[in-house]
């Protein structure tokens, strides 16, 4: 099966950087997604990883260590619309592929 | 427009019922999923499809059922719903590989 852990809530001020965190258990890896949810809307993709390192898109970034099973999401220069969930989710072998999210972290920016 | 349909949007019944939630995309993607949202428990798969003649059960298929009627329209249906059944629904789509799902607008179902 596949096992993944994030921090439920986290708060930052505008302007900052915040680092999310996500580790996983899983038979079998395949890739890791960060998407972002704002409250009541749909899922959007952020980034993915399925080799170690960073990937950088703008503000987002995104790491990946697969012998750890860690991941992280780092959003820098903070604005107000990045309040929202993050959700990490995990690409494994078992079932062809389908993705297992984890519960997603709620992000609050304050002014 | 929209790329991935869902309707309808919000839906109110009571127990017991028949409800069907439906899906269209014009992405032309061959794989399409169906999940719930409950507060604090993230997003959970009740079925897949990667391809018209293709259905998988998810993490939580019982008492929903799916059927995929064209490669652009994935129905899920739930028999006989039942409170535990009120949640968001969302339908995703994918392409081959290991490309990002991308999600309609969902609908949020509540059972009485």
């Known amino acids: 099966g596949q096992n993944i852990d994030q921090p439920t809530e986290m708060t930052a001020t505008e302007g900052a950087i915040v680092q999310i965190n996500c580790t996983y258990q899983?038979?079998?890896?395949?890739?890791l997604f960060w998407y972002q949810q704002h409250a009541g809307e749909a899922p959007t993709f952020l980034s993915y990883?399925?080799?170690?390192g960073l990937e950088e898109k703008g503000r987002f970034s995104s790491f990946l260590s697969r012998s750890k099973g860690y991941s992280y999401l780092l959003l820098k220069e903070l604005q107000m619309k990045d309040s929202a969930s993050y959700l990490c989710?995990?690409?494994?072998?078992?079932?062809?592929?389908?993705?297992?999210f984890g519960s997603g972290t709620r992000l609050q920016v304050q002014p | 427009d929209a790329d991935v349909t869902q309707t309808p949007r919000n839906r109110i019944t009571k127990t017991g019922k028949r409800i069907m939630l439906e899906c269209s995309q014009t992405?032309?993607?061959?794989?399409m999923y169906w999940y719930r949202q409950d507060p604090g428990l993230g997003l959970r798969l009740i079925y897949y499809?990667?391809?018209?003649?293709?259905?998988n059960k998810g993490e939580i298929s019982d008492g929903y059922s799916v059927s995929r009627q064209a490669q652009a329209k994935f129905s899920l249906s739930l028999e006989s719903a039942i409170p535990n059944q009120t949640a968001l629904y969302f339908c995703?789509?994918?392409?081959?590989?290991?490309?990002?799902?991308?999600f309609g607008d969902g609908t949020r179902l509540s059972i009485l």
């Open positions: 995703a789509t994918s392409d081959l590989g290991n490309q990002p799902q991308h």
């Open positions: 899983t038979s079998g890896f395949n890739g």
């Open positions: 990883n399925v080799l170690d």
């Open positions: 989710a995990v690409r494994g072998y078992m079932g062809r592929r389908a993705l297992t």
């Open positions: 992405k032309g993607h061959d794989r």
């Open positions: 499809s990667f391809d018209v003649k293709d259905i």
